[in-house]
């Protein structure tokens, strides 16, 4: 079995406010794992300890109990950190520089040995639409060019493991688009990305995987198809209710909804083959017989929205 | 190589660094104001007050060395400082940190960056001392390295010692502990002093003694000519700065080793 790319066992990690003794806990024995080539979502609301999980799992701060690893190293391990591109919230750049010099001091520093830099730089500004304003001082970018630069530069050292901690912040709905394509382009190439972020209409989109925290708890972790389909409601069609039927439906607990000329009833599956069988006996065509996806953002919500974690 | 591209972009940033700017603009302000009197002097020279005006001269230039030196101490332990909490400040050290990058090559990397730059601080006043001093018609004899080696562990030790304390403190308070560094190394670094022993030794054990690294010791300014050095007593003054510097570096690879990196 192949090594996991990233792997969180019982992580802990407590703050210490300044000039407080109180302890101010931001995660609470996490354990995940990420295998490679897997696109996985970390998700959870503000203060759910995601970037501090990103921080430790860059080796920028350390955890006080638990392990965790990347690629079977230590995080903020050299060998590691060759293979991750990493995306931080709220990306800083020298502002002084332009995009090409930029990129060209993190090739330098990512120790990627490539025949012609300057054709991999110019790749790279190309796929994130910045060719036209490669020499432009990146002080006058606007937010969402800095975003695809942050893109480009993860991009450099053509990394095993994405780390993009919201990688479609302050980007427009193409730019959004554009991102959302990239990264399934690199699912296809293989690479292991972990994200976060809070457009989950998006994260459906591209995640095979999902991680859920709350108040740094781990709420759910597993892959989001299974989520999804655990939706336990199925929705009947039939062309006609009779209002005798219609009574006997809503005292089972479920709900009814007349359209012109078909009839649409939402239950959980559990009365899936009673409901289908009175409605046969009452003389109703079933027309169709579906079960009920939630989405993303009602599963999170019901898991977080309220309270997910003790 | 990763610790020269971080040096070089270090020192690349120093010449955008508002403070920096700031302080070379004013220093280079006050070194042509003190221009104007020793031009005045030298005109002023006759056959009669040659002497007078000699001596005048060359207190100009110990003075203008003087102020070489305290600006350069403290542009050193700016820049030091500046250099890394900058980083920390803007964000910019967690891009920078994802790559393979160990924490000492980072500390490494800039510690070299701010040593190039005194390297250009070093030759540039040097140049503009000669300079002022053939303006007044004197000529030093001297030794060129010393006057290039000497200013230049001087600063890699209060380089490094920003660097330790900037590891855990605030840029501002750094240089504000500078300021009472310089003042108890004034105060215990006189002989004749009245404090006593007890107090005196201790401190001055864990204080650089920069006094012992200044180019003047071995300069007869009025004369200005070297005094007879040997290369022995050079090797001690040196090494001594060499390791002062070398042991709060490492007290400063430490302490940010085990440090949170984040946005300040």
């Known amino acids: 079995m192949a090594t996991p790319a990233i792997e969180f066992s019982g992580v802990t990690k407590i703050y210490q406010r300044r000039f407080s003794r109180s302890p101010v806990p931001a995660l609470s024995g996490i354990s995940f794992a990420v295998s490679q080539g897997e696109v996985c979502a970390f998700l959870g609301p503000n203060g759910a300890g995601k970037t501090t999980s990103m921080s430790i799992l860059m080796g920028f701060i350390y955890a006080d109990q638990g392990e965790s690893r990347v690629f079977g190293y230590a995080p903020g391990d050299v060998r590691a950190k060759e293979r991750i591109g990493f995306l931080p919230e709220n990306f800083a750049f020298y502002r002084y520089l332009n995009a090409e010099k930029l990129l060209r001091f993190h090739l330098r520093l990512s120790g990627r040995r490539t025949d012609d830099p300057n054709g991999l730089i110019a790749g790279l500004l190309q796929k994130v639409k910045l060719d036209e304003h490669r020499n432009l001082k990146i002080g006058k970018y606007s937010r969402g060019m800095v975003q695809r630069l942050g893109i480009a530069q993860a991009l450099l050292g053509d990394p095993q493991l994405l780390v993009l901690d919201e990688p479609t912040s302050g980007l427009d709905p193409a730019g959004r688009k554009e991102v959302r394509d990239l990264i399934l382009t690199l699912k296809a190439e293989g690479k292991t990305i972990f994200l976060s972020s809070h457009i989950l209409s998006e994260v459906e989109q591209i995640c095979d995987r999902v991680i859920i925290i709350d108040r740094g708890h781990l709420v759910r972790a597993g892959a989001l198809q299974e989520m999804l389909a655990e939706g336990n409601r199925v929705e009947i069609v039939v062309d006609q209710l009779p209002e005798a039927l219609e009574q006997?439906?809503?005292?089972?607990?479920?709900?009814?909804?007349?359209?012109?000329?078909?009839?649409?009833?939402?239950?959980?599956?559990?009365?899936?083959?009673?409901?289908?069988?009175?409605?046969?006996?009452?003389?109703?065509?079933?027309?169709?017989?579906?079960?009920?996806?939630?989405?993303?953002?009602?599963?999170?919500?019901?898991?977080?929205?309220?309270?997910?974690?003790e | 190589m990763r610790i020269w591209t971080i040096a070089l972009s270090t020192l690349g940033?120093?010449?955008?660094?508002k403070v920096i700017v700031l302080f070379c603009g004013l220093f280079i302000c006050v070194v042509l104001l003190m221009m104007s009197p020793l031009m005045a002097y030298k005109a002023m020279t006759t056959a009669a007050n040659a002497q007078q005006m000699q001596g005048f001269i060359l207190n100009e230039v110990a003075g203008l060395m003087s102020l070489v030196s305290g600006f350069g101490s403290l542009l050193a332990a700016w820049a030091a400082a500046d250099a890394v909490a900058g980083e920390m400040k803007s964000g910019t050290i967690l891009a920078v940190m994802a790559r393979p990058l160990r924490r000492w090559e980072f500390l490494a990397g800039k510690y070299l960056g701010v040593m190039m730059l005194m390297a250009i601080y070093v030759v540039a006043m040097l140049g503009v001392t000669f300079t002022l001093a053939w303006l007044g018609g004197q000529r030093f004899h001297t030794a060129l390295w010393v006057l290039l080696v000497y200013p230049m562990v001087r600063y890699a030790v209060w380089a490094a010692v920003a660097m330790?304390?900037?590891?855990?403190?605030?840029?501002?308070?750094?240089?504000?502990?500078?300021?009472?560094?310089?003042?108890?190394?004034?105060?215990?670094?006189?002989?004749?002093?009245?404090?006593?022993?007890?107090?005196?030794?201790?401190?001055?054990?864990?204080?650089?003694?920069?006094?012992?690294?200044?180019?003047?010791?071995?300069?007869?300014?009025?004369?200005?000519?070297?005094?007879?050095?040997?290369?022995?007593?050079?090797?001690?003054?040196?090494?001594?700065?060499?390791?002062?510097?070398?042991?709060?570096?490492?007290?400063?690879?430490?302490?940010?080793?085990?440090?949170?990196?984040?946005?300040?």
Not at chain 2, 13 to 17: E, H, L
Request: glycine residues 6%; proline residues 4%; hydrophobic residues 50%.
């Open chain 2, 164 to 264: 330790l304390l900037v590891t855990v403190l605030h840029p501002i308070i750094v240089i504000a502990i500078f300021g009472v560094l310089a003042t108890l190394i004034t105060i215990f670094g006189q002989s004749q002093s009245h404090i006593p022993s007890w107090v005196r030794v201790p401190v001055h054990l864990v204080l650089p003694i920069t006094d012992l690294l200044s180019e003047e010791r071995f300069l007869v300014i009025t004369r200005a000519s070297v005094k007879p050095f040997g290369w022995s007593n050079h090797l001690t003054a040196l090494a001594y700065g060499l390791d002062y510097a070398l042991v709060c570096f490492l007290l400063a690879v430490w302490v940010f080793h085990y440090r949170s990196l984040s946005r300040d």
């Open chain 1, 248 to 309: 006997a439906v809503k005292e089972m607990g479920a709900s009814v909804e007349r359209e012109a000329n078909r009839v649409r009833i939402s239950a959980d599956t559990g009365q899936k083959r009673p409901l289908a069988e009175m409605f046969w006996a009452g003389g109703c065509d079933v027309l169709s017989l579906t079960p009920l996806k939630s989405s993303l953002e009602e599963m999170f919500l019901k898991l977080v929205g309220t309270g997910g974690s």
């Open chain 2, 13 to 17: 940033s120093f010449r955008r660094n």
